[in-house]
Antibody, heavy 124, light 112 residues
Framework: QVQLQESGPGLVKPSETLSLTCTVS????????WSWIRQPPGKGLEWIAY???????NYNPSLKSRVTISIDMSKNQLSLTLSSVTAADTAVYYC??????????????????WGKGTTVTVSS | DIVMTQSPLSLPVTPGEPASMSCRSG???????????LNWFLQKPGQSPQLLIY???NRASGVPDRFSGSGSGTDFTLKISRVEAEDVGVYYC?????????FGQGTKLEIK
């Protein structure tokens, strides 16, 4: 079955740019939406952004000025960059797939496949 | 942003007993198509979240039928008919009606 694996540097210095990759195995990126979600230590979940396989994106306004997400179909990967990081960006970062559920008109997309997450610490 | 509020924040339950938790949204989650755009997730200790319920009441694939979701508009409930030890963790509701997607703060279910 499809599996997601996040990867990236575990430690990033303040003011630098964080870059993460999510590798999709056992399935295709095509036909799905894909999200990035993060969870600060001991806290709840925060949705960051999603991207459709065609490249359409939607960002959380609270992070929009610093976030870019993209897809590389040839590598079956999606990526996240977050600029000007601070300690507040310390979190576990997850990628997730949105599976389409058919409705009478259109589809509803739900996040049913998640990666195990990758921990990012922002510290000098 | 749509604010999601869950209660209680902590829920101690005896195995075999039922459990119920609430999620309230700051505005109606009913889409123009009549569906409630509300999901429930469970995050077990040390794991990533897993989908339990979507569209307010649809169980995700592989989810035991002891889990059920109900509600409409702004008030939603997740019920577990008979709690098992493997159900411990933090339960999150999430609205999918508007961007940005927003989660509740979570209800932590623990075994008595």
């Amino acid at each position: 079955q499809v599996q997601l694996q996040e990867s990236g540097p575990g430690l990033v210095k303040p003011s630098e740019t964080l870059s993460l990759t999510c590798t999709v195995s056992g399935g295709s990126i095509s036909g799905y939406y894909w999200s990035w979600i993060r969870q600060p230590p001991g806290k709840g979940l925060e949705w960051i952004a999603y991207i459709y396989y065609s490249g359409n994106t939607n960002y959380n306004p609270s992070l929009k000025s610093r976030v870019t997400i993209s897809i590389d179909m040839s590598k079956n990967q999606l990526s996240l960059t977050l600029s000007s990081v601070t300690a507040a960006d310390t979190a576990v970062y997850y990628c997730a797939r949105h599976t389409p559920h058919p409705l009478a008109a259109g589809y509803y997309y739900y996040m049913d496949v998640w990666g195990k997450g990758t921990t990012v610490t922002v510290s000098s | 942003d749509i604010v999601m509020t869950q209660s209680p924040l902590s829920l101690p339950v005896t195995p075999g007993e039922p459990a119920s938790m609430s999620c309230r949204s700051g505005q109606s989650l009913v889409h123009s198509n009549g569906h409630n755009y509300l999901n429930w997730f469970l995050q077990k200790p040390g794991q990533s979240p897993q989908l339990l319920i979507y569209l307010g009441s649809n169980r995700a694939s592989g989810v035991p039928d002891r889990f059920s979701g109900s509600g409409s508009g702004t008030d939603f409930t997740l019920k577990i008919s008979r709690v098992e030890a493997e159900d411990v963790g933090v339960y999150y509701c999430m609205q999918a009606l508007q961007s940005p997607r927003t989660f509740g703060q979570g209800t932590k279910l623990e075994i008595k």
